[in-house]
């Protein structure tokens, strides 16, 4: 077997090995956050999220035109295809991982052709170990298995990367043969891969932006390849460097924000967008056809550069064509020049201060103060009180954005992670470990590599300095702009959403190089120390070395990885949105709240035909004009237009702070607390499929409701534009005789209600609007038995009883949102005389979402032991208290700070004022010497007998008696 062959079936291996385990541990449907957006838009072309990813969406649709193959593996064939786009895509990323290794062990190595048996192991070695790494690294793996747009991204990255080490080579091997020949080496046939790496960047910008970042690993490369001399003094070279740094940066800038931002801001400004393109066009063909006419090799590779990036730019133009059809999904409605302008420099997120600003001033506690490198600039009331713990904004740089958004992740890949949950520190599985939840998706999330691939990849790092310098130093910047110059760039403020680390991969695709690197270089040791041996045996340590260092590194992280990144079976979010979606009556608005709640919404509608009668109204999009318009405008499939009384004239200056002198229909305003009132039309609502058996006669002609809107600053409250657009909704449908059911989301926030409350009707996951005055409203409103049962008939839960499915925290809290949504309905119909229907609902619910695989909170446990309790089962009530003793314990174990201990405490109170109030006073003295015991603390431990008298003393001798001998329970 040749040597080239050994190396293919290698990198053939680890393309079979990476693609096997991301097959396996695929999402099958639409998982939470973007997904379901990018699913829905590539099925259907549609218009996604600023700036969009055009590119992304051609691919997603070419595969989703395949779905039918993918019938039989899925029962969401199109989910399915489009999540494969990323499969495919991070085990081509892991392949070209591999390949990059090997280029940049073979620049000491020299030629594979001069190997020898133990060399080719080394090389192969290290191509292995670094990727199959990478591949499993906690932030890789996790965009490997969804569709979204960081695998594409990555895979646009390693490919850049590894045609740049191809140009060197081609390069070094063309510009030997033309000095023999002595000829020039200007105008090399060997540029050409430079030419395809400008198109992938063009390319790559229809996908997601990061990828420009590795110009300044090329740069490099070629730097060091074109100009550096060994004969040059350090002088030389740094000022070398410092001119190639200067070079990067005005490319990078032309690329972005020239080409993306200001080259369609000039076409909007020239009045006629598409003769300027053209120009465009025309001034860059006949630059490349001038330039190569004349001999002028390095104006005409500028040329061809620029035209391609441009020309792989050019995906854009689907976007804007596919916005003019007005697809369901159009986000911004970028249809004409100052929208698309608007659309590519995302202004619909706000702009960020990077060189200069102001920021948070520690003296007078607000942001007012001009100062340079401002890092602490939002004047969000909590985040200004996060400021105040930083004692500058340097302060606030290391310790949150560089040590808490990069750092903390990048121990995530390498030495390992503490937990899923939000914050999470790192933990590299030695010594104490923080403590883990009591289920197996709880103790999924924790997972150790003994600092194995973090020692590696600094071993590799040590080993590449000291062979060849400077692709190390290409690396290390690679490393370094794709991880810390994001930081700089993002300048994040504290309560993120999410995690992101999902933004920094490329920069630990570096890290991996090294770690591919290190792997090499102990086969190196360990085969130079055997020099003096038989080849064999030198073959046989270099084969033992790269074994065990596979095993250590890789084979253990794809290991302890494995279980919490598989997604198979889980269908928690496609789920929730139907569940949320069969919640609602026909022909419905229903607002939500954000990401979470809207795109697993659209992807169901727009992909699996789910209820599309239903007009969902996403209130964090309500605050812009472009949204408001096509909810007032425009039909999406099913649904009509939603009745709105604004403008356009309404819709002008709505962007700004609250300000209490404000004119605009729509613009934030600072209120304080109005009646207002609203018309009502019997015939919408003597339904008994609407509000319960109400006679006509007694549903009044109006109601009247306490309007209330957002905390702002100190006693004041505001409306934002949502708010006042959801107020204009409401009185138009009014207007209309109510004929559209209105319906807020259970996840929207309380804030976000505008004090409709009590006007409530809870029908699962979603709460009408009924404006009629009832008894009996509880936190989500009135039940009404008969149309609450209907609508929780529907729901489905899927995969959450099985212990195998994996559910990370946001799932695992929405799983347990449930309990809460559910209990409450089921106290309800208890109190409304159905006691048996509610046992029934909770016994199915305790069925369907087992503590044993979704843990309770302290929330979700109160509500289902009432709800057991108004239902008459109090067995089954103290059954939920005797669980929730262990979520007790360990809640109280884990209380780092004086909060978390007093929380910990109201669920141990509470635990025991249930015991004692049941009767069950041994019960109750038992469960505070486990308390005692877990907390060291014997003065809260109490007799049976003390339990008795205290009860007696409050509740008097009769009602405090204990229902058993003894009070066991």
Not at 26 to 51: C, K, R
Not at 262 to 281: D, E, H, I, K, Q
Not at 462 to 490: E, K, M, S
Not at 571 to 587: K, Q, V
Request: charged share 20%; aromatic share 10%; with cysteine.
């Amino acid at each position: 077997m040749t040597g080239k062959l050994i190396d293919r079936l290698v990198a053939a291996a680890v393309f079979l090995y990476a693609f096997v385990v991301y097959v396996a541990t695929m999402a099958e449907t639409s998982p939470f956050w973007d997904s379901g957006e990018f699913i829905a838009i590539a099925n259907g072309l549609q218009v996604s999220h600023p700036p969009g990813a055009p590119f992304y969406m051609l691919v997603g649709r070419l595969f989703a035109m395949g779905a039918p193959l993918f019938g039989g593996l899925s029962p969401e064939p199109v989910a399915y295809a489009v999540n494969l786009v990323s499969v495919l895509c991070s085990a081509l990323t892991v392949l070209l991982t591999h390949l990059v290794i090997v280029r940049l062990v073979r620049i000491w190595k020299g030629h594979p052709a001069q190997w020898t048996p133990a060399q080719r192991i080394g090389a192969n070695a290290g191509g292995v170990v670094g990727a199959l790494a990478f591949a499993v690294t906690d932030s890789f793996w996790f965009n490997a298995v969804e569709a979204e747009v960081y695998a594409m991204s990555m895979l646009f990255t390693a490919l850049v990367v590894w045609l740049a080490l191809v140009w060197r080579d081609a390069t070094r091997a063309e510009e030997a043969e033309l000095a023999k020949r002595g000829e020039h080496p200007f105008g090399l046939h060997a540029d050409r891969y430079l030419v395809a790496i400008a198109y992938l960047f063009g390319l790559a910008i229809g996908v997601h932006l990061l990828n420009v970042l590795t110009l300044f690993f090329i740069a490099l490369i070629v730097f060091f390849q074109k100009a550096d001399r060994d004969d040059w003094s350090t002088a030389d070279r740094v000022k070398g460097l410092l001119i190639t740094g200067v070079i990067s940066v005005v490319v990078f800038l032309v690329i972005y924000p020239g080409v993306v931002q200001t080259l369609p801001t000039l076409a909007g400004a020239s009045g006629a967008p598409t003769l300027f393109l053209l120009a465009v066009v025309a001034a860059l063909v006949g630059a490349v056809w001038y330039t190569q006419k004349k001999g002028m090799p390095v104006a005409n590779l500028a040329a061809l550069i620029v035209t391609l990036v441009i020309v792989g730019y050019s995906s854009y133009g689907l976007i804007f064509v596919r916005s003019a059809a007005d697809p369901p999904i159009d986000e911004n409605d970028p249809e004409n020049a100052e929208a698309i302008v608007s659309y590519l420099k995302r202004e619909q997120y706000g702009s960020t201060p990077l060189l200069t600003g102001e920021t948070f001033n520690d003296r007078t506690g607000r942001v007012d103060e001009q100062t340079t490198f401002p890092r602490r600039y939002s004047t969000a009331p909590q985040h200004t009180r996060v400021y105040a713990q930083y004692d500058s904004d340097w302060d606030f740089f290391w310790k949150y954005q560089l040590g808490h958004m990069y750092g903390r992740y990048f121990m995530w890949q390498f030495v390992g992670k503490a937990s899923d949950v939000q914050d999470a520190g790192w933990y590299a599985g030695l010594g104490e470990a923080p403590s883990t939840g009591p289920t197996p998706s709880e103790r999924a999330g924790q997972n150790g590599y003994f600092w194995l691939p973090l020692l590696l990849g600094l071993f590799g790092l040590a080993v590449h300095v000291q062979r060849d310098w400077r692709r190390a130093l290409a690396v290390g910047v690679l490393f370094l702009i794709t991880g810390v110059g994001i930081i700089l760039y993002l300048n994040q403020t504290p309560f993120q959403p999410r995690e992101r680390d999902y933004s920094y991969v490329a920069s630990f695709f570096a890290f991996s190089l090294w770690i591919g690197i290190g792997a090499t270089g102990l086969v190196e040791i360990v085969t130079e120390a055997l020099e003096s041996r038989a080849a064999g045996m030198r073959k046989v340590a270099g084969l033992a070395v790269a074994v065990l260092a596979f095993l250590a590194v890789p084979g253990w992280m794809a290991v302890e990885n494995y279980d919490d990144h598989d997604r198979s079976g889980r269908r928690i979010a496609t789920d929730f949105a139907r569940n949320l979606l069969e919640s609602t009556a026909p022909n419905a608005i229903l607002f939500t709240n954000g990401d979470n709640d809207t795109f697993p919404l659209w992807y169901l509608q727009e992909v699996m035909g789910v209820r599309r009668d239903v007009r969902v109204v996403n209130l964090s999009l309500l605050n812009t004009p472009w949204y408001i318009r096509q909810l007032r405008d425009q039909a999406s499939r099913e649904s009509a237009p939603i009745p709105m009384s604004v403008t356009d004239a309404d819709l002008e200056g709505i962007s700004g702070p609250p300000d209490e002198r404000a004119t605009g229909a729509l613009a934030p305003r600072i209120i304080a607390d109005t009646e207002v009132a609203l018309p009502v039309d019997a015939r919408a609502f003597s339904d008994d499929r609407v509000a319960g058996r109400i006679p006509a006669s007694e549903i009044p002609d109006r109601v009247t409701w306490t309007l209330r809107g957002q905390p702002y600053g100190e006693g004041q409250s505001v409306l934002y534009t949502a708010d006042l657009a959801v107020l204009d909704i409401l009185r138009s449908v009014a207007q209309e005789g109510w004929q559209r059911p209105v319906y807020f989301a259970g996840t929207v926030a309380q804030s976000s209600e505008l004090g409709l409350q009590s006007l409530f009707q809870n029908e699962g996951l979603a709460r009408r609007v009924v404006p009629l005055e009832r008894p009996g409203s509880g936190p989500d409103g009135v039940t009404v038995p008969e149309i609450a049962l209907d609508r929780l008939g529907k729901f489905r839960f899927g995969g959450l009883a099985d212990p195998a499915v994996y559910h990370d925290e946001n799932a695992r809290n929405m799983a347990d949102g449930y309990r809460i949504r559910v209990g409450s309905i089921a106290t309800r119909l208890a109190e409304a005389g159905q006691p048996d229907a509610a046992r029934t609902l909770l016994n199915r619910l305790r069925e369907e979402i087992p503590t044993a695989t979704i843990p309770a909170s302290f929330g979700s446990f109160l509500t289902m032991a009432e709800a057991y309790d108004a239902a008459g089962d109090r067995q089954q009530a103290a059954e939920i208290f005797r669980e929730a003793e262990s979520i007790a314990l360990r809640e109280l174990t884990n209380a780092r700070t004086a909060t978390a201990q007093e929380e910990a405490f109201q669920l141990v109170q509470y635990i025991q004022s249930a015991y004692v109030l049941d009767g069950k006073y041994q019960a109750a003295s038992a469960f505070m010497d486990r308390i005692a015991e877990a907390t060291g603390n014997d003065a809260v431990r109490r007799s049976a007998e003390d339990f008795q008298r205290e009860a007696e003393a409050v509740l008097g001798p009769d009602a405090a008696r204990s229902d058993s001998a003894g009070g066991q329970g």
